[in-house]
C-alpha cells in the first residue's frame, strides 16, 4: 500500500491537478466511483492507473475488478488518496487516464453524418462549471461533438470533469482550434452556425420558421464578453433567448442548454 503523500507516485498523480502537467503528459484525473464506472464503459482502454483506499476497494470491488482488466488498481491510504484527489472530500478512488481529444475535423464531419446533427463551439469559455455543464447538457440533447476553442478552460481540469458527470467520455471533444476554424470547418460540412448573443433575433422567431430542424453548430460565447462583433460575424445568424421576467440575463450554461434542447426538439419533431 501506498501510506505517504510523498511517496513518488502519490506525486506523480497529483501534480495532474495542475494545467501544464495535464499538458506535458497527456493525462487528466477521474474523481470518484461514478467517473470511474463512466470510463471502465466507455473508455476503458485510456486508464493508466486507479488508486483506492481500503474502504473503496471492500465498497466498490466490483467496479475496481472490471477496471483491474484495462489499468493496475493501486492501494492507497486515506491521506495518500487526499494529497491526489482535487476535492476536500474524496470518495476513495482517483484514476489517472489518457486524453483523448479527437481533431476538429474528424469531430465535426462525424457529427454532420449523424441522424441529428448537432455541435457546441465554444469560444473562449472559462469558467469549469460552465464547461462541464454545456459538456453534459450537449451529451443529454443528442450533440455529437463540442469543440473548446484556443484560450478556453482546460476541458480536462478537475473541476470540468466532475462538472460533465461522464459526459466527458460520451461525445467528440476537439480542443484548441481558433473560432474561425471550428465555424469554417462545420459550414464546409454543411451545418448552419447560429451564435447565442443577447443582439440577436429572437430564437422563438428562428424556431417559428422550422429553421433548427437543420444540422446546426451552435456558438456560444465568453461569460463576461460574450461574442465579440468579428466572432458574431462568423455565423449564418445570431439568436437571443427572450427573458419573459425580470432577470437581467441567463448564465451560459443555462442559456446553451435552452439552445441546444430547442435544435434538438425541433430535429426530432
Not at 192 to 201: I, N, T
Request: charged residues 20%; negative net charge; proline residues 5%.
Amino acid at each position: 500500500m501506498l501510506d505517504s503523500p510523498r511517496a513518488p507516485r502519490v506525486r506523480e498523480a497529483a501534480r495532474l491537478q495542475q494545467r501544464a502537467a495535464r499538458s506535458q503528459t497527456g493525462l487528466f484525473l477521474l474523481e470518484g466511483p461514478s467517473a470511474l464506472d463512466e470510463a471502465v464503459r466507455w473508455q476503458p482502454q485510456h486508464l493508466v492507473e486507479v488508486f483506492a483506499t481500503d474502504a473503496a476497494r471492500e465498497r466498490h470491488a466490483a467496479l475496481l475488478g472490471a477496471a483491474s482488466a484495462h489499468a493496475p488498481v493501486t492501494a492507497v491510504s486515506e491521506r495518500a488518496l487526499a494529497a491526489i484527489a482535487d476535492t476536500v472530500r474524496p470518495q476513495g478512488i482517483v484514476a489517472v487516464a489518457k486524453q483523448a481529444p479527437v481533431s476538429l475535423d474528424a469531430a465535426i464531419a462525424r457529427a454532420a453524418a449523424a441522424p441529428h446533427p448537432l455541435v457546441a463551439i465554444l469560444h473562449e469559455v472559462r469558467d469549469p462549471g460552465n464547461l462541464g455543464t454545456i459538456l453534459r447538457a450537449a451529451d443529454a440533447a443528442g450533440a455529437s461533438a463540442v469543440v473548446v476553442t484556443a484560450n478556453s478552460v482546460d476541458p480536462y481540469s478537475p473541476k470540468v470533469v466532475r462538472s460533465t458527470t461522464g459526459s466527458l467520455f460520451h461525445v467528440d471533444l476537439a480542443v484548441g482550434a481558433s473560432t474561425a476554424d471550428a465555424v469554417g470547418a462545420a459550414r464546409a460540412a454543411g451545418l448552419q452556425v447560429l451564435a447565442a448573443d443577447v443582439s440577436g433575433e429572437e430564437l422563438t422567431a428562428i424556431q417559428a420558421e422550422g429553421a433548427l430542424a437543420a444540422g446546426t453548430a451552435w456558438l456560444f460565447g465568453n461569460e463576461a464578453r460574450g461574442l465579440d462583433a468579428a466572432t458574431l460575424a462568423l455565423a449564418d445568424r445570431t439568436a437571443r433567448l427572450p427573458v419573459y421576467g425580470e432577470a437581467e440575463s441567463l448564465n451560459l450554461a443555462t442559456a446553451a442548454s435552452v439552445c441546444l434542447y430547442q435544435s434538438a426538439f425541433a430535429q426530432r419533431a
